[in-house]
């Protein structure tokens, strides 16, 4: 395997690069599919039958909270990625740790949040509105989950084989993850909760 | 201890909080439906901008090209998605 110093090493070989660029074509798709969800909410969100609004059932502090974490998130696997650019497998594993546990932090709040939607009379057999508000919703949380057991492994990986062209690239990858998932909240942020208080 | 927290990315952290805050003026304030949007679209997008550019670092290799690419395609599509469907479906144009 030829390995070309230059670059950092979660792209230092062929191999590397085109597993990030593979995965880039994989977010695309991911774009499209939360397109599609976003559509379908756009199009339903005011058919609420007898059930409650958006506007009736969200609430701004847990969604303000869970912004925060995510965003904050996003940032520590940011500096993860750095620590681990500097060769530093110590800062890297702790940012890494700290992104785990502030994406858990998030989980618990939509938890607490779809439990308070099924209390307030808002499940996913109401309206069209709630059922494609947390079909929206557990999706990307979904996402979130997925990536909190990934996000793990990766570190159980980085402790046994330490910092090698294989383990950085990817813990790249999962980053790029971390933050799509990011970009997608600030996106739902903005146009289901926002936008439904508004 | 300092060389692990980068200007750039901190920088980018406190513009996103910024972001953050400014479409939360869409939601404290009294103002119009199409003020609230423009607002709302404005902040979504600089802020995925941000993400991708400062902490997915899209740019720095050279698949960059291709990164794009594939980035404004997706976005596009997305758009045409969306946007269409509210045409024909809310908007009743």
Known sequence: ???????????????????????????????????????AYFTLENRIGNGPSGAE????????????????????????????????????????????????GFLGFEIYEFIHYVHVGATLQTSAFTAILLTTLGTHGLHVT?????????????????????????????????????IIWIFIFSFIYLKGMM | MKELFPLKQVMGFVFSLVLT?????AYFTDMSFSLGMTILLL???????????VFMHAGETNDKKSIYTNIYYGVLIALITIFGTLLVMVWDM
């Open chain 1, 57 to 104: 059932i969200f609430e701004i502090s847990p969604v303000l909270v869970e912004t925060i974490l995510l965003l904050t998130s996003s940032f520590v696997i940011g500096l993860g990625i750095h620590a681990m650019r500097l060769g530093n497998k110590k800062a890297m594993m702790i940012f890494f740790s700290i992104t785990l546990l502030l994406g858990a």
């Open chain 1, 146 to 182: 997925f990536g909190l057991v990934w996000g793990l492994f990766i570190l159980i990986q980085i402790k046994k084989r330490g910092l090698t062209p294989e383990t950085a690239n990817k813990s790249f990858i999962f980053s790029l993850y971390w933050h799509f998932l990011d």
């Open chain 2, 43 to 53: 902040t979504a997008f600089i802020q995925a901008g941000l993400q991708i550019v």
């Open chain 2, 21 to 25: 805050a400014v479409a939360l003026i």
């Open chain 1, 1 to 39: 395997m030829k390995v070309d110093n230059s670059l950092p090493l979660e792209y230092s070989t062929e191999e590397n690069s085109l597993k990030i660029l593979g995965f880039w074509i994989f977010l695309g798709a991911e774009i499209m599919l939360f397109a599609t969800l976003f559509t």
